[in-house]
């Protein structure tokens, strides 16, 4: 079990109290996804859901698994990688929890199971707050309406969109060339509707988009002055 609570001293012995039935984790069992979050580095864990990400849009190696508790990210092995793992795919996850660029994931050569598919969990709704604050991460969301600022274009046209959400928040949108997402398809002053993964890079959050559809125009206009390529004035 893992245990949590208060820590108290008891004729001078410590003693942790838990608080609730909450506070025991068994680890022999499998925990839901939000449990397994919450286990230190190193702790061996199986999760259960459903993929919600195509393997390959962010790399043969990056693949996300939602329940009804929460998603997190598994790093899949060599030998895995050529798995091709789709959206709607049922899979159990075994390995430990570790963490990478401040990111919660299931590493250690993760044993992969695919058992079948699933429904796909509906987006959660989440605003521009939540999503700073981290509260959903590792969860398929959308942000609803947002105004793109600014477009930084990398290598092999990978961006990143700066954004302000409907609550005033500023927030970066990451997207990956090899999900048909082009930074063309962006227009700085519009405003777009965007669904996606939650992740964290270097401690700060970003939203990923997974395909095209999760990028839909609702209108605006392009400013090209505010379009930034290294190398490049613009």
Known sequence: YQVTG??????????????????????DGELGIAQVRTLPSGTAASVEGVVTVDQGAWGNRNVYVQDATGGILFFTSTG?????LSIGDRVRVSGTVGFFNGEVQITGNPVIEVLGTGPVPDPREVTGV???TRRYEGELVTLGAVTVQEIEVQNFDNHNVLATTADGSEVVIRVDSRTGVGSADWTVGG???????????????????????DLVATGGFRAAESI????EVK
């Open 6 to 27: 208060a820590l108290r001293r008891v004729n001078g012995e410590p003693r942790i109290f838990p608080r609730s039935r909450a506070d025991f984790f068994d680890l």
């Open 80 to 84: 895995d990688q050529g798995l091709g």
């Open 130 to 132: 939540e999503m700073l």
């Open 191 to 213: 405003t777009f509707e965007v669904t996606g993964i939650l992740r964290v890079f270097n401690g700060l959050p970003q939203l990923h988009l997974r395909r095209p559809a």
């Open 228 to 231: 930034r390529i290294p190398g």
